[in-house]
């Protein structure tokens, strides 16, 4: 035998022990990971938003929108880099717009306001069904939109270098469409965290 029964209930407990503290470790990773970076949609506005079906479909819009990215990692002084990053406009998982931020660099505790406001038109597949529940959602006058802030986030260590860390923050929301007959929404926008 490698091992009585008292020592095999204490080795029992050791790995159970083991198992719950790597599991806190995890959950605690994945919080810390999450909380580098804040992003929030301070305010948006919707003027313009709809489709004319003829000859092709095409989705016209008038759209601002102010997102702040802020870098609140603790542990990193030297600040953070970010690489590639892009803000993409979805309406229905198809895309509408973007904007390419390229590189930046942002200081510990620092915030980088984009603005962006942008009136165009784009070719869009959308099916019957699709275009059915974009005119109920004309009627109601709100528009679920979504704004993802995409890109690299660099991290330095002194075996591997650079290590850029694909990033990823999906902004959902709910926009009610500013007419020249309700204007009552503009100025009352609640910010929308991304996660
Ligand atoms: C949309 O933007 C264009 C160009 O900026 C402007 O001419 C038009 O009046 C706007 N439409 C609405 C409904 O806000
Ligand atoms: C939205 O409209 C309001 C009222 O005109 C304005 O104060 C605000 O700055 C606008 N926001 C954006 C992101 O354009
Ligand atoms: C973005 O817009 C806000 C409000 O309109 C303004 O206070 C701020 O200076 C602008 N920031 C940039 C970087 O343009
Ligand atoms: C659609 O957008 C393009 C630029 O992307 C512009 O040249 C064209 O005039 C717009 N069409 C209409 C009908 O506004
Ligand atoms: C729309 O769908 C047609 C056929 O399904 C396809 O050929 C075309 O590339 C699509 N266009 C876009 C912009 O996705
Ligand atoms: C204007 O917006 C307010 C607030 O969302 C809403 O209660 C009201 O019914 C809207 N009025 C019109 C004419 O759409």
Redesign the pocket.
């Known amino acids: 035998m490698l091992c009585d029964k008292d020592c095999c209930r204490r080795f029992g407990i050791f790995v159970i022990i083991l198992v719950i503290v790597l599991f806190v470790c995890f959950i605690i990773a994945i919080f810390v990971s999450h909380v580098q970076q804040k992003i929030v949609i301070v305010?948006?506005?919707l003027s313009r938003f709809e489709i004319t079906t003829s000859p092709t479909t095409s989705l016209f819009f008038n759209l601002?929108?102010?997102m702040s990215i802020h870098n609140s990692l603790w542990y990193d002084v030297h600040g953070a880099k970010y690489q590639d990053m892009e803000i993409a406009c979805y309406y229905n998982t198809m895309e509408f717009d973007s904007i390419d931020l390229g590189n930046f660099g942002l200081d510990l505790m620092k915030t980088r306001i984009v603005?962006h406001?942008r009136s165009g038109n784009v070719t869009m597949n959308l099916t019957s069904n699709e275009v059915d529940a974009f005119k109920r959602s004309s009627e109601t006058g709100y528009f679920d939109i979504e704004i993802w802030l995409q890109g690299n986030r660099i991290f330095y260590n002194d075996y591997d270098g650079e290590q850029p860390t694909y990033l990823s923050y999906p902004c959902k929301l709910r926009l009610q469409l500013i007419t020249s007959q309700n204007s009552t929404t503009?100025?009352n926008f609640t910010p929308v965290k991304c996660y």
């Open positions: 305010n948006a506005n601002s929108f102010t603005n406001s503009q100025g």
